[in-house]
């Protein structure tokens, strides 16, 4: 077979495959599940068991994806008897009205998909509410007087985008040098006064059933 069918038959199936939801993984998905995974590796991130399924629910989702196998198949079978010399434009044509004379067997597998996604959700087991913070009315006014500062930073921030809009490119190197250095102070202040809040709250208010405080 061609190099050139060989690829539009590859491109034809993945085309397939989206159109079952299968979305090609992007790459900022697979660095973040290769991150995730190294922290579980190393225990910083502990993964809850997984649902168990129960026999009937296994044997639908087994069914389902044989389903699915087969109709990938049966497109694939359609695709090579075509000839290597099929062209771009055939190829499409053939996987449109494979794709238009299966419709009743993906609105089925797409029925058992959604019913079988509720199913696995039932079977999760139950998050437990995390308690709330209990500050007292010292740590509370530490907290909005924070917030207050970083808001003001970032309506300074505002302030300076609507500013360098008009500037010329020396203007802005200008602009964003002052802007640093007027709130370079204002910055570390809230940057130190978060992380010694953030502390304050851990040993005083903070126990293992709570949420991490996150300033």
Same mark, same amino acid.
């Given at each position: 077979?061609?190099?050139?069918?060989?690829?539009?038959?590859?491109?034809?199936?993945?085309? *397939?495959?989206?159109? *079952?939801?299968?979305?090609?993984?992007?790459?900022?998905?697979?660095?973040?599940?290769?991150?995730?995974?190294?922290?579980?590796?190393?225990?910083?991130?502990?993964? !809850?068991?997984?649902? #168990?399924?129960?026999? /009937?629910?296994? /044997?639908?989702? $087994?069914?389902?994806?044989?389903?699915?196998?087969?109709?990938?198949?049966?497109?694939?079978? %359609?695709?090579? $008897?075509?000839?290597?010399?099929?062209?771009?434009?055939?190829?499409? #044509?053939?996987?449109?009205? *494979?794709?238009?004379? %299966?419709?009743?067997? *993906?609105?089925?597998?797409?029925?058992? =998909? /959604?019913?079988?996604?509720?199913?696995?959700?039932?079977?999760?087991?139950? =998050?437990?509410?995390?308690?709330?913070? %209990?500050?007292?009315?010292?740590?509370?006014?530490?907290?909005?007087?924070?917030?207050?500062?970083?808001?003001?930073?970032?309506?300074?921030?505002?302030?300076?985008? /609507?500013?360098?809009?008009?500037?010329?490119?020396?203007?802005?190197?200008?602009?964003?040098?002052?802007?640093?250095?007027? $709130? !370079?102070?204002?910055?570390?202040?809230?940057?130190? $006064?978060?992380?010694?809040?953030?502390?304050?709250?851990?040993?005083?208010?903070?126990?293992?059933?709570?949420?991490?405080?996150?300033?």
């Amino acid at each position: 077979m061609k190099k050139t069918t060989l690829t539009i038959i590859l491109t034809s199936i993945l085309a *397939f495959s989206v159109s *079952f939801g299968q979305e090609r993984p992007r790459l900022a998905k697979l660095i973040v599940a290769k991150a995730i995974k190294e922290k579980v590796s190393s225990g910083d991130i502990v993964r !809850k068991d997984r649902p #168990e399924l129960s026999d /009937e629910t296994q /044997e639908q989702v $087994n069914e389902l994806k044989g389903k699915k196998e087969a109709l990938h198949t049966k497109l694939k079978e %359609n695709i090579a $008897n075509l000839g290597e010399g099929a062209t771009r434009e055939e190829i499409k #044509e053939a996987t449109q009205a *494979f794709k238009q004379a %299966n419709q009743d067997q *993906f609105d089925e597998i797409k029925e058992s =998909r /959604e019913a079988l996604r509720e199913k696995i959700k039932e079977a999760r087991p139950h =998050r437990q509410d995390r308690p709330q913070l %209990n500050m007292s009315d010292e740590l509370k006014t530490k907290v909005a007087a924070l917030k207050d500062k970083r808001e003001e930073m970032k309506q300074s921030r505002q302030a300076l985008r /609507e500013e360098l809009k008009d500037a010329s490119t020396e203007e802005k190197k200008t602009i964003i040098a002052e802007y640093k250095e007027t $709130n !370079k102070a204002k910055h570390q202040e809230i940057k130190e $006064n978060a992380l010694a809040l953030k502390e304050e709250i851990r040993d005083n208010v903070e126990t293992e059933a709570t949420r991490t405080s996150d300033l």
